[in-house]
DNA sequence: GAAATTTTTTCAAACGTTTGCATTCAATAT
DNA sequence: ATATTGAATGCAAACGTTTGAAAAAATTTC
């Protein structure tokens, strides 16, 4: 049998000189038809392996039951755990998720988000690429709203817009993790930030900048250098703060990465952790667990995330008409491990 | 403007008494449309946010310009390096990917594989369950064969099927995995396999055991534990390596995590390595670089995978008709780091 | 054996777009 | 004025499926 051709209902009314809707009632096991009918067809169907096109159904009722997923990378253990939790919750009752990679860049995330409208998408879950955030532009989303579209942002998020979000308490992880330090007896601690302007950045640094102000100690500009969140872009900052005349003794890297990258710095200088510098880091990565010495650091539960966002979004379209958009806020939590347990 | 049904033709259409076939022709530039009337409906469309609506154009053209990925897991590095592959050749062309997760279960592979069939996806990558694997059942796959569904299988994979493939050259990797132990000095060297039956343990082992034995070394099954590809599996299994009698001075995992669940145990019974015991793991997943000692591994090119099963897919689609199959082997390379060291 | 009833099947429209062919209308050539 | 051309537009079918309403066929009732 060279079916390349997918079979159709056309084909097997043909087959049994009905018509289409006879094969559509009888495969949908629709009560008005003969049961005889019923089972040759099912049968015959099951032989030609029939299945039904989707797409023409898609046309016909205005539903894809597919979903966007935009994301600016995969390869980070948290965005993948995101993904993990919206799939978890949403595959199960029938969604299929189109995930889109906009490397933080602006005209791409356009361009999906275009691509996704047209393909009827029937809801999108956005977190921004670091280019959007910059520019400021947002007319792309504009015509999601406007084709009220469902749009849920996950953790990077534009304030003015009138949908639900899903983040982690970046404010308050930083700010436990950093009175933590303050807790163990660390006086001088330094941040080594994510890049300005994103709101991750921003909250771990107002966290920090907010705790050091409750305990009376100073926000010094000196001890708080930018990096790229990778392990690279910790490399040159650890080194400058450690050659500072008074060296900072702990250390709060905005996540996992960086801290790891100050940690090769330190151990390279011959400094012990914790003892002589304490390291603290965010986002609970499986590779925080097996550092050595294990790295304190603030959980980011990512697959709940991603669960929360799918709720979220099932919330609005269920919705009812008295819908309101809500915003969750996830707790994260302090994990400390040896990197800051000295005494 | 309550836009919430999205703008279509004969929305347009019926806007400028005209008919959807004008609207179409001017919005595509067809050039038998007068220059006014080009200019009018594009500049309208564009107004009221007309995105022409792809469900349809799929239905008409039969084609839908979406792939399915099937992958038991993407919670680990590999796994989602090999996704980032794919959509970094298949996205700039027009393609969306469906992931679809597995949890190495045969039901939902099978499931997975039926929908993507039924939304006329134009071709699968794939890489089996671990449950498919053991039950050898495969009509799931025979319809996507039979639909001649273009079908990439990824690492794991069934040989008796007509399929490009595109895999990583485990065998020589362990081979030389083992062989660097042995050139190092390490002359008892005991190998924590991952599940048997999967061609990854399965090659891994081979190249393992085929090593030990060109270097007239004995092969004992004691030094042979299945894990189940993470950390947690490896704690007891090199509990009991660690127990024996004469126990091992090397140990070779069947992947990073593995390793490092190996690590774990031998520094906490005090052992040094890479003195006391070697170590080496598979993937060369980024945390290997991070672990102390860092861990010497073997490079495991999952964005490369992705990108070559991309070749292959586009090679089919685009296919002369001599057409032939390929099975690609990207090789597997040897990073020596710390844990294999030793003088 | 015809009317009434029930069961089963078909018709036609719809979803949004494209496209070959036919049509209309105006302009040009004769 | 009429035939010829050319430009611009419309018609209708197609993709595969579903579904309300109508039609046909079979069965029951008296």
Same sequence: chains 1, 2.
Avoid: W
Wanted: include cysteine.
């Amino acid at each position: 049998m060279n079916s390349s051709r997918p079979v159709t209902i056309k084909d097997i009314a043909r087959r049994f000189r009905c018509s289409p809707s006879t094969v559509s009632r009888a495969l949908n096991d629709h009560p008005a038809i003969n049961e005889d009918t019923r089972k040759n067809i099912q049968e015959y169907a099951r032989e030609v392996g029939y299945q039904r096109n989707e797409v023409s159904l898609s046309l016909l009722n205005k539903k894809t039951a597919s979903l966007g997923v935009v994301v600016p990378t995969i390869s980070n253990y948290y965005e993948t755990a995101v993904i993990e939790g919206l799939h978890t919750a949403l595959q199960p009752i029938g969604y299929t998720l189109n995930i889109c990679v906009t490397n933080e860049n602006y005209a791409l995330e356009k361009e999906y988000l275009a691509k996704l409208l047209s393909n009827r998408t029937e809801g999108i879950f956005l977190s921004v690429s670091h280019e959007t955030y910059n520019s400021g532009y947002y007319e792309h989303l504009e015509s999601v709203i406007q084709r009220k579209t469902p749009l849920i942002f996950i953790d990077r998020e534009y304030e003015d817009f009138e949908t639900s979000r899903a983040t982690v308490d970046d404010y308050h992880g930083a700010f436990a993790a950093v009175e933590h330090l303050i807790n163990i007896g660390y006086r001088h601690i330094a941040h080594l930030k994510g890049p300005n302007g994103l709101t991750v950045s921003e909250q771990r640094f107002k966290g920090y900048a907010d705790c050091l102000k409750k305990y009376d100690m100073a926000v010094r500009e000196e001890f708080i250098i930018n990096t790229n969140f990778n392990v690279e872009s910790a490399i040159l900052p650890t080194k400058r703060l450690l050659e500072m005349a008074t060296p900072p003794d702990a250390i709060f890297g905005v996540n996992d990465q960086v801290a790891i990258g100050a940690m090769r710095v330190v151990k390279a200088k011959g400094l012990r952790i914790p003892q002589d510098v304490g390291l603290i880091g965010f986002d609970n990565s499986p590779i925080s667990a097996y550092t050595f010495p294990s790295l304190t650091t603030v959980n980011r539960p990512g697959r709940k995330i991603g669960m929360e966002a799918a709720r979220l979004f099932l919330n609005q379209v269920n919705g009812a008409e008295d819908f309101k958009h809500e915003s969750t806020v996830l707790p994260s939590e302090l994990i400390i491990r040896e990197s800051t347990l000295r005494i």
